[in-house]
């Protein structure tokens, strides 16, 4: 990562022992995760913790836009919804601009970390995406 870059959105990711991990939370009673994280569970009401969600899945599903890309995004640009190895949960993500043309379902991901596009003042910032595991 790119120290000198403050993040996009603070507290959606860190870095980690072999490489930036995405934040979210958990339930203390019924033990779910969140993503966005949320301080309380909205099952049960029960308070949340912050918690590490992993880096590793799998691409549940995906889509490339193709028209103007907010906040200095390359375009096309492609998002989609991951399904996390570690707690289970799927979220929506930034998948790699790299990746557009050669995205498919059941792909393997991991969570990376680089300066994409601006924040919401112009500014450049770092931005967490999935990108596909090396062979």
């Given at each position: 990562m790119t120290a000198e870059l403050p993040p996009f959105v603070p507290g959606v990711f860190q870095a980690?022992?072999?490489g930036p991990v995405l934040l979210g939370s958990r339930c203390g009673s019924c033990q779910q995760h969140f993503f966005p994280a949320c301080e309380l569970c909205p099952d049960c009401l029960s308070a949340t913790s912050?918690?590490?969600l992993g880096a590793h899945g799998r691409i549940y599903s995906h889509t490339v836009v193709r028209t103007k890309p907010p906040l200095g995004l390359p375009a096309p640009y492609a998002v989609g919804y991951?399904?996390?190895d570690d707690c289970g949960l799927r979220v929506f993500a930034l998948l790699d601009p790299a990746l557009v043309g050669r995205l498919q379902i059941g792909l393997p991901v991991r969570l990376a970390v680089a300066p994409l596009g601006t924040?919401?003042?112009g500014q450049p910032c770092l931005r967490p995406y999935f990108t596909a595991e090396p062979a």
């Open positions: 980690g022992a072999s912050t918690a590490e991951v399904d996390l924040d919401q003042h």
